[in-house]
């Protein structure tokens, strides 16, 4: 299996992220320069979906499809917004590639909006990444100042502007059109759909969304070709793929591989197997609202269609491993948590919904619970999966019903025995004390 | 992929609602297209006056376009569309939004000023479970002031934003904002910036739960056991449809109706709270005669009497008749009816200064003219009424040619210039219909309580030639003398003017026989958000001296 690393080859050389390094070891804007030049807008948006290239964010979107969505006769501007809130707990792909090789991602944007006849693109990145942002500002600087952006990109009559702007910490400001909102200046909640953002988006015009994994593709499909590009990885959904594996591993990090790598190769030959040699017992594989695998079902290919088939999703890749020592309850308690915080409170059923998973769930963990209430998160969970403007209340809504299916005993013995053990153990004096209900 | 946006309102597009085929015209929302058909779908967010949210998600309904269930407020139909509001999809998404919206609402409506009116209470009985699953401990969020007329009960709030989008749509002063996220998530203002604008009012009456409560209104009443009275509001020229809400003969509040000509769903918080002089101080009840006060009949009698001895070449000598723009159109047809029989009476008007007008970005007005039935009197009693006739009157009374002058004095709030109530002092013998007394009254010889215009019966005519009815909220008969309109019937008895009072519907009928703009029109046949009065369009008249 020959796999030629593509974000991550130099990874470890001190001056990876400036222009100069780019352009010597990548031949750095060969594939704009390429896009600009040679290629018809039209024909390039064939060239992507032909590619097979899916959406990296989670909804795994094939990117030439939604391009072709944006009306080509329109008075109004049309702007591409590019997603790098990475929210998604367990998530930090977008994070290397804008530290290490943000013009990697300048390049796709240039790529992107030749395409789609862009000329302004913002980036929308997570306010807690100031590293990643003063990287990417100053490659930006370094682009404008070697006439890459500006007026003439590549010394093409094309105007493209690109602009950073950070965000302030929501997770919702990584739903597609929370983001829009938010970098519209209000308070970033999503907006009803229809209209799509290809429609109609930022500032009312037609805005391209894509997240900053999938537009650093975009040079290498200019570089090899759609049809090299369809051999790495399954055919439906090719690429290299950066994955996060984070959790209960002896080397935790981002993982480049090709799309569709095995699961348990991921965990056991690039990040070393589950730490302190015990052994496997769940894996969240995209992220914190995906399906979690039960240990049993990680020998998967983590590509978009094996996952589908597996009852969980690739979503943003964040793979989330547990050991055999982990407290599933006291994880979905987290992960509950999480959702109960970051809801923007806008539709009822995730506003009311994700606050009262985590009062169950955490009634449960503290040894208060009933085992009633297994039934009760079940059609909780169904009254809010699908009735939002965004799947915020679908992604809390996975891990509580795959949690209770996949590890029922689990919390039925927390019911019975008083309580998480790792709850009692961390606060012995808070758990437990008969049913308060 | 076709534009779903693209809506031709000529077409017209065949679907079916719940199983029944239907038509509407195209780019309808489901919502405002099976309303049309009797078909009530449940909403808590939509208000048909601003932006569509989405949010509350109550309104869900069943359709075969998509395997979850679709808003129907912000989906539109489309051709071949079918609708389900009864499956039990439907009727499952609209339960547990119920039980979501109750889940963290303290449920206190013994002691909440909404319950009675509240769409929480309503949805809850129609479309709720009949018990909570929830035993955690509900959120606690804030109660607090928000500006000089609301407070926030923080703990009812669902979040539809109705109130944050009226604000920042309709009035355009976007004081409010939702703070917090999730189930914290409540209204507010930003620190030190309290919700203060002339249409501030009209959020407290747009909030589907008891979250933002008027002060005024606040613990006054019960809103079952008020009286409802459909009338119009006097503050000024616009003619807002107000409902008049009294307890046991007192106005507890005023709320607006719909009229989408006049002032659509809002009214301004000037008008809103401006009842408060219905129980003023200096407010006159009683009839007085030389300072002392008489009973009614005694005051219909002396009127009467003097009436009767005025006119040219009789004793009494010149009568002088003032006319205020309070009026209704049925009174200044008796007031013209008085002049006309008694010959060589001088009829003039009065009015108040104009005010500060005001437009909204919701295409709200507020007008400058204070007076509410300038145009109504002038089609009444003639376009120069309050101009060069009020003028001459007003020259007769310095130059001393009025022997007993009538004057009517409705102004809530009179700010008449000096040189009108010194012009009306002057006069050697005045009978005044006082709303409050003052200038107008003092040192006159007669003076009988005027009504207010919320106790008035009859039609008005704003600024923009809209013929209106406005009601008194006092039963007919709770008084003897209930409005003007009836005393000024009694006194033309008295002075053999007329043979028999009427009814304010047979006064009209009477007036639309007479006077050419009225013709054709009846208090019966008046549609509910009145009528353009023909040749009375704001166009016709000219400028109302409010371009703003």
């Known amino acids: ?437 | 992929m076709s534009d779903p946006q693209a809506s031709d309102p000529q077409k017209v597009v065949h679907w079916l609602l719940d199983g029944k085929p239907v038509e509407n015209p195209a780019g309808m929302t489901i919502y405002e297209a099976a309303r049309s058909h009797d078909v009530e779908i449940p909403n808590f967010c939509y208000h048909p006056g601003l932006t569509i949210a989405g949010n509350c998600r109550i309104c869900m309904v069943e359709t075969n376009r998509s395997k979850k269930p679709v808003i129907s407020c912000s989906e539109r139909i489309s051709e071949g569309l079918e609708v389900q509001t009864q499956s039990e999809m439907a009727v499952t998404s609209r339960n547990s939004v119920m039980e979501f919206q109750l889940i963290n609402h303290p449920l206190d409506c013994p002691v909440c000023d909404k319950a009675g009116e509240c769409v929480l209470q309503d949805h809850s009985f129609s479309h709720g479970p009949d018990r909570s699953r929830f035993v955690e401990d509900k959120n606690i969020r804030h109660t607090k002031e928000l500006g000089p007329t609301i407070d926030i009960w923080g703990n009812r709030c669902i979040v539809c934003t109705r109130c944050v989008r009226f604000c920042d749509e309709i009035s355009g002063s976007s004081e409010l904002c939702v703070v917090e996220r999730g189930d914290r998530s409540v209204v507010d203002i930003f620190p030190g910036v309290p919700i203060d604008n002339p249409l501030a009012g009209n959020v407290v009456d747009i909030c589907p739960v008891g979250a933002l409560i008027s002060n005024d209104f606040k613990f006054e009443a019960r809103i079952w056991n008020m009286k409802k009275t459909d009338s119009l509001c006097g503050g000024c020229a616009r003619g807002c449809n107000v409902e008049v809400q009294s307890l046991d003969g007192f106005v507890k509040r005023l709320v607006p109706r719909e009229n989408p000509q006049v002032n659509q769903w809002w009214i301004c918080d000037e008008g809103r709270y401006d009842y408060r002089y219905l129980l003023a101080n200096d407010r006159v009840t009683e009839c007085s005669l030389d300072g002392t006060t008489v009973d009614d009949r005694t005051a219909h009698e002396t009127l009467a009497s003097w009436l009767g001895e005025s006119g040219l070449g009789k004793a009494g000598g010149t009568l002088g008749i003032l006319v205020d723009p309070y009026l209704t159109c049925e009174e200044a047809f008796l007031v013209g009816e008085i002049a006309a029989k008694l010959p060589g009476t001088i009829l003039g008007g009065w009015r108040s200064a104009d005010g500060l007008a005001q437009s909204f970005p919701g295409h709200f007005t507020i007008s400058g003219e204070k007076s509410p039935n300038r145009l109504g009197v002038e089609a009444v009693l003639g376009r120069e009424v309050f101009g060069s006739e009020g003028a001459a009157l007003r020259a007769a009374l310095a130059g001393g040619e009025v022997a007993t002058l009538l004057v009517f004095a409705g102004f809530p709030h009179p700010d008449l210039d000096d040189s009108w109530t010194s012009a009306v002092a002057s006069a050697p013998r005045r009978a005044v219909f006082a709303l409050r007394s003052g200038p107008t009254t003092e040192g006159a010889a007669l003076v009988l309580p005027g009504s207010s215009p919320f106790e008035k019966e009859g039609t008005w005519v704003n600024e923009d030639g809209f013929l209106q009815r406005v009601r008194s909220y006092i039963a007919p008969g709770a008084t003897e003398w209930g409005h003007d309109l009836q005393r000024l019937q009694a006194v033309m008895r008295g002075a053999g003017l007329r043979s028999k009072s009427l009814s304010p519907a047979a006064i009209f009928r009477e007036l639309s026989e007479s006077k050419t703009p009225f013709a054709g029109l009846s208090h019966t046949a008046l549609p509910p958000h009145g009528a353009p009065l023909p040749g009375f369009s704001r166009v016709a008249v000219g400028s109302e001296g409010n371009a703003g």
Not at chain 1, 121 to 128: K, M, P, Q, V
Not at chain 1, 149 to 159: H, M, P, Q, S, Y
Not at chain 1, 409 to 431: A, L, Q, T, W
């Open chain 1, 1 to 437: 299996m020959s796999f030629e690393k593509f974000f991550t080859k130099y990874l470890h050389e001190p001056d990876c992220h400036t222009l100069d390094f780019y352009k010597k070891n990548y031949q750095g804007y060969q594939g704009a320069r390429k896009a600009l030049h040679e290629w018809e807008p039209d024909a390039l948006i064939d060239e992507v979906k032909a590619s097979n290239l899916r959406g990296r964010g989670g909804a795994g979107f094939p990117t030439g499809v939604k391009w072709g969505f944006v009306p080509k006769k329109t008075d109004k501007p049309k702007y591409l917004a590019i997603n790098a809130d990475e929210s998604e707990p367990g998530t930090f792909k977008d994070r290397v590639i804008m530290e290490k090789n943000p013009h990697q991602l300048l390049e796709g944007i240039i790529i992107n909006s030749w395409a789609v006849g862009i000329h302004d693109a913002y980036i929308y990145i997570r306010g807690e990444y100031v590293f990643a942002t003063r990287r990417l500002e100053r490659a930006i600087e370094e682009a404008y100042q070697d006439g890459i952006l500006g007026e003439k990109t590549l010394g093409k009559d094309f105007r493209l502007d690109v602009t950073v702007h950070r965000g302030a910490g929501a997770y919702i400001c990584g739903e597609e059109t929370g983001m829009l909102t938010s970098l519209e200046g209000e308070r970033g909640l999503p907006k009803l759909k229809p209209p799509f953002p290809a429609v109609e988006g930022l500032w009312h015009c037609p805005t391209v969304v894509q997240n900053v994994e999938t537009v650093a593709n975009l040079p290498l499909i200019l570089e090899i070709g759609s049809a090299a590009y369809k051999q790495i990885g399954p055919e439906a959904s090719p690429g290299p793929k950066l994955y996060c594996v984070s959790g209960h591993v002896e080397r935790p990090g981002t993982i480049e591989a090709p799309m569709g790598v095995n699961l348990l190769t991921l965990i056991n030959e690039h990040c070393g197997g589950v730490w302190k040699g015990r052994k496997l017992k769940a894996v969240i594989p995209g992220g914190s609202s995906a399906h979690v695998l039960h240990a049993r079902e990680c020998d998967v290919a983590m590509d978009i269609e094996s996952l589908a088939a597996a009852g969980t999703m690739l979503g943003s890749a964040g793979v989330i491993v547990m050991d055999d020592q982990t407290c599933m309850v006291n994880a979905l308690l987290n992960i509950m948590r999480f959702y109960h915080h970051e809801s923007c409170g806008q539709c009822t059923p995730c506003r009311e919904g994700t606050g009262w998973l985590e009062k169950i769930v955490h009634r449960i963990a503290y040894g208060h619970g009933q085992l009633e209430d297994l039934a009760l998160i079940d059609s909780v969970c169904d009254r809010m999966v699908g009735k939002t403007i965004c799947v915020l209340a679908d992604a809390a809504a996975f891990p509580a019903w795959s949690f209770i299916e996949k590890f029922r005993d689990e919390f039925v013995h927390c019911i019975e025995h008083g309580g998480s053990p790792e709850v009692k153990k961390r606060h012995p004096k808070r758990v437990g004390g008969g049913l308060r209900v």
